[in-house]
């Protein structure tokens, strides 16, 4: 069995907990600071999954999901997820993360940035356009028509095993490109919030070149 360990035990990362485990996953999960602090709440929203520390779970792990706020990234443990295949599920947002320009640079996607934190492992981006409670109700087996869709942005064998678990836990997977494309995903383009069918997102990650914030990436990248 596939053991999954997810950093952060908010709304994100306990939604995500109780895909896999409905899914047929062993997860681990980790909060900050000691683990008495989320036992509770793990056992009571996330039946079935195991509170751990984030050393733990990380080096449990066959996949680690990071759904942490996205201006801690600097705290998760590198040499823990060295080698890793590693899901960032993180978004910035200003009122948690504080006004950051290095995380809102459009010359760069976020993953990028925790690509770098994190040399030694694989980062893919997905599970972080959705919101939680459309990925909460959303799950639906393989040919549902009405089964929604996760972009994943990653280099192309990674972004295939995540494809796999997308799949897994009820989703559509569509490859949006390489893990600098994970800017398509983020904040501010038309893709974030998104809860649509695979033809859809292909659309939207079309369209996005000709979008004002796709036009933008593109001015910051070529200067």
């Not at 590693?86 to 910035?92: E, S």
């Not at 994190?118 to 939680?132: D, I, T, W």
Request: proline share 5%; charged share 20%.
């Amino acid at each position: 069995m596939t053991t999954i360990g997810i950093l952060g035990a908010g709304k994100v990362g306990t939604v995500l907990a109780r895909l896999a485990i409905a899914a047929g996953y062993r997860v681990l999960i980790a909060g900050s600071g000691d683990v008495s602090k989320i036992a509770l709440i793990v056992e009571v929203v996330t039946p079935g999954a195991v509170a751990t520390t984030a050393a733990e779970a990380a080096t449990e792990a066959d996949v680690v999901i990071l759904a942490l706020p996205l201006g801690k990234y600097q705290t998760i443990l590198v040499d823990a997820l060295r080698g890793k295949l590693v899901i960032d599920a993180m978004n910035y947002w200003w009122e948690v993360d504080g006004i950051r320009d290095d995380l809102t640079d459009p010359r760069t996607s976020s993953s990028e940035l925790v690509q770098d934190f994190l040399p030694g492992s694989r980062v893919v981006k997905a599970f972080n356009h959705m919101g939680y409670h459309d990925l909460d109700e959303g799950a639906r087996p393989a040919g549902a028509p009405d089964r929604k869709a996760i972009a994943i942005a990653g280099s192309a064998v990674e972004a295939a095993e995540v494809a796999q678990l997308v799949d897994a836990l009820g989703f559509d997977p569509v490859l949006a490109g390489p893990l600098s494309e994970g800017v398509r995903l983020e904040p501010h383009t038309e893709m974030f919030g998104a809860n649509v069918t695979a033809d859809e997102v292909h659309a939207i990650l079309d369209r996005f070149p000709e979008t004002p914030r796709g036009q933008l990436v593109a001015e910051a990248r070529a200067a």
